[in-house]
């Protein structure tokens, strides 16, 4: 099992649904998650982090982190088209080392 | 304030030539990361600097790729011998004190070198 995994996409919402991206863990990581956007030909843009079991919330986005399943989940209220980006999930890797899933491709369709 | 700066934007080079990659980081910041990343691949971790050592420098692919950095602050990412497998997309990113506990990431603009 890869340390980050996640489902590469497309994820095709429509304008103003509920993107739900996901990633999945494995035991080599920590319990430290972040959440990336990147646009097609950008550098990736630092959405939320998750430490703590539960959910945490800024403005659209939730993050949600299931310690027990190892997965962490981004939400994506009233999706916009702007939304449209790959999606990276990071995880940490012992003290310093950060692992990022191949990313998540989503389209908000107009 | 300003964010993590990285230069050249853009590197084309000719197999066999050297290449220097330049990351400024957010002021403040004692960590820096840099990464690779392939048209339509991931992050490829190469190296981690905390103030000016690298205790971790298993990412870098050969010998010809090194990196160092002065003062706590600026990196310089170099390729000796260019080959065009090197071709990709170099990332910078730095953090507060990472052993302190603070381990938001923010990157740079990145450098998209091209190796003919």
């Known amino acids: 099992q890869k340390e980050v995994e996640q489902n590469s996409g497309p994820l095709s919402v429509p304008e103003g649904a509920i993107a739900s991206l996901n990633c999945t863990y494995s035991?080599?990581?920590?319990?430290?998650f972040f959440w990336y956007r990147q646009y097609s030909g950008k550098s990736p843009e630092l959405i939320m982090s998750?430490?703590?079991?539960g959910d945490k919330e800024d403005g659209r986005f939730t993050a949600q982190l299931n310690k027990a399943s190892q997965y962490v989940s981004l939400l994506i209220r009233d999706s916009q088209p702007s939304d449209s980006a790959t999606y990276l999930c990071?995880?940490?890797?012992?003290?310093?080392?950060?692992?990022f899933g191949t990313g998540t491709r989503l389209k908000v369709l107009a | 304030g300003a964010g993590v700066s990285q230069s050249p934007s853009n590197k084309v080079t000719e197999k066999g030539k050297d290449v220097e990659l330049r990351c400024d980081p957010i002021s403040g910041h004692t960590a820096l990361y840099w990464y690779r990343q392939s048209l339509g691949q991931g992050l490829e971790f190469l190296i981690y600097f905390q103030g000016n050592s690298a205790p971790d420098k298993s990412g870098l692919p050969s010998d010809r790729f090194s990196a160092e950095r002065t003062g706590g602050s600026v990196s310089t990412l170099t390729i000796q011998r260019t080959q065009q497998e090197d071709s990709a997309v170099y990332l910078c990113a730095s953090s507060l004190e990472v052993l302190a506990g603070s381990y938001e990431q923010y990157f740079g603009p990145g450098t998209r070198l091209t190796v003919t």
């Open positions: 998750i430490y703590s079991n």
């Open positions: 035991d080599r990581v920590s319990q430290s």
């Open positions: 990071a995880a940490r890797s012992g003290t310093y080392k950060y692992i």
